[in-house]
């Protein structure tokens, strides 16, 4: 099993800022996900980021407004760039184990946008 | 590609068994089915995953039909705290192809 951790929790920005999204995870991994999920709503793929490549990217969402960095095989970021309220939303982070292939999430960011 | 349908809501009481069920047509070959459940202000969280046939674990179990186009996840003996949401999901990321999640099926049980 993995543990993820997620930083900010929560967070509200104002409209046209960004905010970075920081994913930790307490053993090496290839493979990770970034998720979009609305409430009430069920989770969006927004890329997969795999270490030592670029990350790959769902229809409709683009690098330029969500950039992701994979430095190392523990840790993740995820930039929401200018900002609006369509936004608003809980951003997660998850893992995939190789073997088994099931995923691992953090908590979630909570981010509201104003 | 895949498309997820699962019925947006159900109620049970609590120590009867629950069975949730999952279309996914056009499943490919090498997809997996997995199901998570997520309680509220948590990620989702693995509860089984199955290719074909049946799989039971400690705490669900899993009925594929030959086709694979559909899957059932059964939840033996509810209680209170099974309440969360259920998502099928059809795909594995390993495998290159997409992750194909379900609309989420939220399963509210009563005393």
């Known amino acids: 099993s993995a543990v993820i951790s997620q930083k900010p929790s929560r967070d509200i920005c104002q409209r046209g800022t960004s905010l970075t999204i920081q994913c930790q995870v307490d053993?090496?991994?290839?493979?990770m996900f970034w998720y979009r999920q609305q409430p009430g709503q069920s989770l969006t793929l927004i890329a997969t980021?795999?270490?030592?490549?670029?990350?790959?990217?769902e229809s409709g969402f683009v690098i330029d407004k969500f950039p992701i960095s994979r430095p190392n095989l523990t840790f993740s970021t995820l930039t929401v760039s200018n900002m609006s309220p369509e936004d608003s939303s809980i951003y997660l982070c998850?893992?995939?184990?190789?073997?088994?292939?099931?995923?691992?999430f953090g908590p979630g960011t909570r981010l509201t946008v104003t | 590609l895949a498309k997820t349908t699962q019925p947006i809501s159900m109620d049970s009481y609590e120590g009867q068994e629950v069975n949730i069920t999952c279309s996914h047509n056009?499943?490919?070959?090498?997809?997996?089915i997995t199901w998570y459940q997520q309680f509220p202000s948590q990620g989702p969280r693995f509860i089984i995953q199955?290719?074909?046939?049946?799989v039971t674990n400690e705490v669900a179990s899993l009925f594929i039909p030959a086709d694979r186009k559909s899957s059932t996840l059964s939840l033996p003996r509810v209680s209170l705290s099974d309440t969360a949401v259920y998502y099928c999901?059809?795909?594995?990321?390993?495998?290159?192809?997409?992750?194909?999640w379900g609309a989420g099926t939220k399963l509210i049980i009563k005393p």
């Open positions: 998850s893992v995939e184990d190789p073997r088994s292939y099931e995923q691992y």
């Open positions: 999901l059809v795909g594995v990321g390993y495998s290159n192809y997409q992750l194909i």
């Open positions: 053993s090496q991994v290839t493979m």
């Open positions: 199955g290719y074909k046939t049946k």
């Open positions: 056009n499943i490919a070959t090498n997809d997996y």
């Open positions: 980021a795999n270490q030592g490549s670029e990350a790959t990217y």
